[in-house]
């Protein structure tokens, strides 16, 4: 199974009983937000008369994950998107990777980490149960299910109500895919959702960077090495120098203070040897 969720936008209410089961399970602090933010990781919008449930799209290959340089992003097999704050070195790298925006970093923190929604990985779906927003929803705007099931009933919903719905799936093929699928009956540029998004996976513009990245570090620490080998051995010609001019400068002391021995002829005549002076 792919897990996956369906928000049918023209059901949604605005009660934001998806916001408020999303923070009471996964500890955040209460209150009503207006953004996605690092304590807000799902909330409801409101444009063009349409409430809009913002939270992870769940991409089929996530960005996000591909270029973490820890592994704190990972897809599961389920489908969900997770991290795991403990490997986490805010490096930011996810926030700015991301084609939906959705990652957020905690500014306010001293020890600050990146955070988003994890579909309930952890704490439902690997017990088989579906998330906290989706179980909550009182009018089935926001569904749980297969993600091939859940394409099949968007694609029916819009065969049957041609003019209720734009013909379109939201997250079908936007970034290669995604977990999570809209349905709605105003354009999704006017909704706010990114019309810019590419269909192609992300992780495949990533890569063209990061498999550069080794070759880069090879080459600067080759060069590093080499500037590294020239100031020591600058240094130690330069130590060798100090070090002759120190002896040098030793012997001259020496020679100077040595006393000096007169050649000249004794004062007084020296008797030959078996004779007397005379």
């Given at each position: 199974?792919?897990?996956a969720i ?15 089961a ?39 290959e ?14 599961t ?34 020890l ?17 149960e ?24 968007a694609?029916?919903r ?20 995604t ?7 105003v ?9 810019q ?55 001259s ?26």
């Amino acid at each position: 199974m792919q897990a996956a969720i369906l928000n049918d936008l023209t059901k949604c209410i605005g009660c934001g009983a998806c916001a408020a089961a999303c923070k009471q399970i996964n500890n955040l602090p209460k209150g009503k937000a207006r953004k996605l933010d690092a304590d807000t990781w799902t909330f409801v919008d409101y444009r063009e008369n349409t409430f809009i449930r913002r939270m992870c799209m769940h991409c089929l290959e996530p960005t996000c994950a591909s270029v973490c340089p820890v592994g704190a992003l990972r897809k599961t097999d389920i489908g969900a998107v997770t991290y795991d704050a403990s490997r986490c070195i805010g490096c930011r790298y996810c926030v700015m990777a991301c084609p939906f925006d959705i990652p957020k970093y905690q500014w306010s923190k001293t020890l600050p980490i990146t955070q988003k929604c994890v579909m309930c990985f952890e704490k439902r779906l690997k017990k088989g149960e579906q998330p906290a927003c989706t179980s909550v929803c009182p009018t089935g705007a926001t569904l749980f299910g297969d993600r091939d099931a859940l394409i099949g009933e968007a694609r029916r919903r819009i065969r049957e109500n041609p003019d209720r719905y734009v013909p379109h799936i939201y997250g079908l093929h936007e970034a290669g895919g995604t977990s999570v699928l809209y349905l709605s009956g105003v354009p999704f540029e006017k909704l706010g959702f990114k019309a810019q998004v590419r269909d192609e996976a992300y992780p495949e513009l990533t890569w063209a960077a990061l498999s550069k990245v080794p070759h880069i570090l090879s080459f600067g620490a080759a060069f590093l090495f080499g500037v590294s080998w020239v100031i020591n051995r600058r240094m130690q010609l330069a130590a060798a120098g100090n070090n002759r001019e120190e002896q040098e400068t030793a012997g001259s002391e020496e020679e100077s203070n040595r006393p000096v021995v007169s050649r000249r002829s004794p004062p007084f005549p020296v008797a030959p040897e078996g004779g007397e002076s005379q």
